[in-house]
């Protein structure tokens, strides 16, 4: 068969349904192959590279399994890269497939000729181009096992064109299906430092845990709910691990860090005598750039991860456990000794957290009740969690829509009912992101959460939504600028406003231009109603609302807050 007719049949034994991408020249062969082999694998025609790419990385982190996305060479492949990059900074197994000029006409310069290779070497965990069909199949069967095993991440083949044109042995031509969902042969850490970690548990008086996207991509949220509802360790999760564990359990305290943390929950941490770390890289938004914990003076640590070369990255540790974060809290939990008289001795902490959680929501209760214009952000997450099913999917821009879904959406039941993507913040990520949700959800109902500054990155894709009449619910925070950066300007450059602002647009008008049913919503007292309309509708709505920007609504990130009460201070 031909080289790719073999990369298509041998990613469809290995599990993988959905491809999302668009065509180019150089991939004729490819579309030739999917055209054959559609009854197995739904192709998703997309209006851009770098949404196909975001849809890839949504339907991975939605489903577990593979998400694959595929573009031409030159531009396509330029295009392509970003959600490549969110991906392995995310650890979400994803492979990118790119077209590519011919083999036989390299260095010559043929049009769209690109160094392949050395532009996805960065932004991934293995890539290669395949320069001979007899090696097609083998290199397929490698980017899968690279994509879903160990620490998930994304992998990359170029495809000359002459090369999925050539012929491949039928011979060679097979799946991997062990491999269809991530993370694949999962590992256990050495029993004697599971036991060092154990005796630390037992022996702490202020234990917190951390737990990052690590437990989102195992799946380990029962098993950390467990262990920590058994020895009644606080929870806290960086916005990745959101999720983890439900927020209303006993132990839950909510997001850390500097971006939608709850205040006491980061000092919770501060106070920590023992902090665990669980599948969370220790990066700079959870530690509000490692000073939660400090590193001078820092508390015990306990890092498990499934890459062993994070362990131990930016703390010193007590025990640090390389393996799988479902697994691990499986033997860390036989391990505790007595857990009955740890679960006894932190209770008093745990009664003391519920009730700072209990201000904490009164105080969000009182924000969501002001009824000012423009629409506090507040009131619109408050709505939505009273009007939302705890089943829902939200995809959320990591711009304005982060800190307030971060810090004030509860999630009611541990699992992956929230995307936002943390490792590079781009923008424009929600809209094609609840592509990738809807065809990894069927029958899920998805919300898509934006702001106007990614909207103009990614409007192209409503088409796409539209086209496959998909299920979902686009609501926009609108204030007319790039209001992370402004807010950036104002309190750290003087309120010295350059190249933030745009010009008022009618998002409805265009929406439905596109197909969708649509509503502009700029009165506090429309906002509950215009929620349940565009949640009934049952097929693609995009709600606009105008909503105050951070210039004079701070959200939930920890250094803002901090710098508006100095500057209230000085006033």
């Known amino acids: 068969m031909k080289g790719a007719q073999a990369l298509v049949e041998v990613l469809r034994q290995s599990g993988v349904s959905h491809i999302f991408g668009l065509p180019g020249d150089t991939g004729m062969a490819l579309y030739d192959a999917l055209n054959d082999a559609r009854d197995d694998v739904t192709h998703v025609m997309t209006r851009d590279e770098r949404s196909a790419s975001f849809m890839a990385d949504v339907y991975a982190r939605v489903t577990g399994k593979l998400g694959v996305c595929e573009g031409p060479s030159g531009g396509g492949a330029l295009y392509i890269v970003p959600g490549v990059a969110e991906a392995q900074g995310s650890a979400v197994p994803l492979l990118c497939l790119t077209s590519d000029t011919p083999v036989g006409q390299q260095g010559r310069g043929v049009l769209t000729e690109l160094d392949q290779e050395g532009l996805f070497r960065p932004v991934t965990k293995w890539n290669t181009r395949v320069n001979n069909s007899v090696s097609m199949a083998e290199a397929a069967r490698r980017a899968v096992r690279m994509s879903m095993s160990g620490r998930p991440g994304a992998t990359h083949l170029s495809l000359p064109a002459d090369v999925l044109d050539a012929e491949t042995p039928d011979e060679s031509v097979y799946g991997i299906p062990d491999f269809a969902a991530a993370p694949a042969l999962p590992t256990r850490p050495e029993a004697s430092l599971v036991q060092r970690a154990a005796d630390a548990i037992a022996g702490a ?62 000092q919770a941490v501060l106070d920590a005598d023992l902090v665990i770390y669980i599948g969370s890289r220790t990066e700079s938004t959870t530690t509000c750039h490692w000073t939660l914990p400090p590193q001078a003076g820092q508390p015990a640590v306990i890092q498990i991860d499934v890459e062993p070369w994070e362990i131990g990255n930016n703390y010193r540790l007590v025990a640090g456990l390389a393996g799988d974060a479902r697994l691990t809290l499986v033997d860390l939990l036989a391990a505790v000794d007595r857990p009955e008289v740890v679960r006894r001795r932190n209770q008093p902490r745990i009664d003391g957290f519920l009730a700072q959680r209990e201000a904490y929501w009164a105080d969000v209760d009182a924000q969501a009740a002001i009824r000012s214009q423009p629409i506090k952000p507040a009131q619109l997450v408050r709505a939505m969690r009273v009007q939302l099913s705890d089943d829902v999917l939200i995809v959320a821009d990591p711009g304005t829509p982060t800190p307030f879904l971060s810090a004030q959406y509860e999630l009611r039941r541990p699992g992956r009912t929230t995307v936002i993507p943390r490792a590079h913040g781009g923008l424009g990520y929600a809209i094609p992101g609840v592509v990738g949700a809807a065809f990894a959800a069927k029958g899920q109902q998805i919300i898509g959460m934006t702001g106007d500054g990614s909207y103009g990155f990614s409007v192209g894709e409503l088409e796409t939504i539209s086209r496959y009449n998909l299920p979902v619910v686009i609501i926009q925070c609108a204030n007319n600028s790039f209001a992370w950066i402004k807010e950036l300007q104002h309190l750290y450059h003087g309120d010295r406003y350059f190249g933030v602002d745009f010009n008022p647009v009618d998002y409805a008008a265009i929406a439905r231009g596109f197909g969708f049913r649509a509503a502009h919503v700029t009165d506090p007292a429309d906002v509950e109603g215009a929620l349940a309309t565009a949640l009934a509708n049952g097929g693609p709505y995009f709600l606009n609302v105008v909503t105050e920007s951070p210039i004079t609504e701070t959200p939930p990130v920890a250094a803002w807050t901090a710098a508006e009460a100095r500057r209230a201070a000085r006033v």
């Open 205 to 266: 008086d202020r234990p917190v845990i951390v737990a990052g996207g690590g437990v989102m991509i195992s799946r380990a949220w029962n098993e950390l709910t467990a262990f920590a509802e058994s020895l009644n360790i606080p929870v806290a999760t960086s916005i990745n691990g959101k999720g983890s564990i439900a927020e209303t359990s006993p132990v839950a305290i909510g997001v850390i860090g500097g971006n939608g943390a709850r205040p006491y929950a980061n």
